[in-house]
């Protein structure tokens, strides 16, 4: 594996909350408008075995790499997302293909599926991918993912690596808690509560549009924040009745990534305000995991200038092309 140099952003860039907001704003979203408009994207949808579909967005190199990177946004994120794009820019550049993947209700995506997205479905995830990679002929294939993304990276990797013939996952800033996950969003600075809450609750909204039958109009407009919809959309949506089962059931602590068969890498930052770095170290240590933090970094940030670049860009960069020597 080579190794990474440490994160050492100037001075200036080094406040953490600094360093989440650029990860998807100013700049960065500016230059990822510009890339959008000169991809020559297909729009797909993928059928996983149990009758979902998935809405992908695939992008081919102009230099073949016979390569396939499918990048994974996080919550309440997109395929179209700032980082989403701007990663796909940097390995198209590279001759590698990406398949920007939205999970369910993500995107443009709310009236493909009845049942509502949550962060459990990961098997669906995995039959979706398996079907597409199973249609074409690729060297090598990589799955990389960004927080809520890079949790779904990991346990698709974990439980299907093998079978969609993964070279590689790499998954940054995941939450390897999600009960702690909630609580530090909660305790800390209220933007980000705000943020994913409005974004959350317009989800729901537009789920409703779709499919009027599922009347939870008024459970909706009672919400004011994150844990008001926890507590009224799980145990009405998902199979859990406990949130804290839920939340339980797509941890990656304990042993959830012993059956990791290919090389998975897992970077975090030390300041991440969202996501508690402290609970890597739950993760049962396992052959094929390969975890590394830096002090700096935010959440999913890694922005080492004024424009915006993001150095966990070149970090996955170096990984895969270490996969395809």
């Known amino acids: 594996m080579p190794e990474s140099s440490a994160f050492k952003p100037p001075r200036h860039l080094r406040n953490a909350h600094l360093q989440t907001v650029l990860n998807s704003q100013g700049p960065r979203r500016l230059r990822a408008r510009r890339i959008l408009q000169t991809l020559s994207t297909e729009a797909l949808i993928l059928p996983a075995e149990d009758g979902t579909r998935l809405l992908a967005e695939l992008d081919r190199a102009r230099h073949d790499r016979s390569a396939l990177v499918v990048l994974l946004h996080g919550w309440e994120g997109s395929s179209r ?11 198209l550049a590279q001759g590698f293909d990406v398949l920007r993947l939205n999970l369910r209700d993500h995107g ?3 009236h493909l599926n009845r ?3 949550n962060s459990t479905r990961s098997p669906e995830v995995a039959s979706a991918l398996r079907g597409f990679v199973n249609g074409r002929d690729y060297a090598h294939v990589f799955l990389a993912g960004f927080s809520l993304g890079a949790s779904f990276a990991l346990r698709v990797a974990a439980d299907a690596g093998e079978a969609l013939g993964l070279d590689a996952s790499i998954a940054v ?3 390897a808690d999600p009960a702690r996950a909630m609580d530090a969003l909660n305790r800390g600075f209220f933007v980000y509560e705000r943020y994913f809450f409005k974004r959350w609750q317009r989800s729901l909204q537009r789920k409703l549009e779709c499919f009027p039958e599922h009347d939870y109009a008024a459970d909706l407009a009672a919400a004011k924040t994150i844990d008001d919809l926890n507590r009224l959309f799980i145990p009405s949506h ?4 406990q949130v804290e089962d839920y939340f339980a059931a797509y941890a990656l602590v304990g042993d959830r990534l012993s059956s ?3 090389p998975a890498y897992l970077i975090a930052s030390e300041d991440d305000p969202i996501i508690p770095v402290d609970d890597l170290a739950r ?5 094929n995991l390969h975890v590394e933090t830096h002090r700096y970094g935010g959440h999913c940030g890694f922005i080492e200038s004024l424009a915006a670049r993001s150095w966990v860009e ?12």
């Open 283 to 287: 993760i049962d240590p396992t052959e």
């Open 115 to 117: 049942e509502l997205f």
């Open 238 to 241: 998902t199979i859990y009745q």
């Open 314 to 325: 070149d970090r996955i960069l170096q990984l895969l092309r270490w996969h395809c020597r």
């Open 260 to 262: 990791m068969a290919m």
């Open 173 to 175: 800033c995941p939450p």
């Open 108 to 110: 443009d995506s709310h």
């Open 81 to 91: 997302s700032s980082y989403m794009l701007t990663t796909a820019a940097r390995l």
